[in-house]
């Protein structure tokens, strides 16, 4: 009998003592960085299309795709032009050498997948000017001055909450040219969700459980052999 209970009591410490483990564990469980992963689309003046490139005369937007996790809750987007594909940029612009005068806006749309449950909305909205002239070749250039101010964004979901900020780069291009759209996460963080108690108490539930149903298993065995 003291030998049955003293193999309970010793299971139970041992399921406690894992709960305890486990709940120290989710307590201070954190996941600082945060993986962000997103793409991009742009129009020149009014009345933004959903295409892959936008045009006029003699300068193109060519769209992109990121995909990252930042470190020290920073985290580039600068990666090498590469007009139809690219990535890890906000996209790319390119400048012809024929003869013209630039004075029109641009608008950038950001869309972030991950972080997943951004509140609001994953979408961010970047409005610049776009000034300058091509006379000849090699001669002028443009310059596209973005809104700069960083736009905060705050998410939560079932794995963890957190929040970061997103910037826009200005851009300025030579006739002939194609040069990326640069952008950065400033600020991000996140912390890793809590279970929350009644999920903990219905682990060491099933832990006290397991302990039960090996006892009895133990029990049965030793009867079995007399």
Known sequence: MKSLISLASRHLFLG???LTILAAAHTSARADEVTLVGSTKGCFGAGCTQGQSATIPFATYSSSTFSGTTSNGFRGLGANANQGQDFNNLGSFSLGTAAQNYNTTFSLLVTFTAPQGIAGSPDAAFSALITGSVQSDDVGGIFID?????????FSNADASGSFLFSVNDLAIDPGSIVPLTGQITAAQQTAAVPEPATLLLLGTGLTGVAAKLRRRKKDKSEATE
């Open 146 to 154: 973005f809104d700069n101010t960083p736009q905060l964004f705050t």
């Open 16 to 18: 406690l003592f894992v």
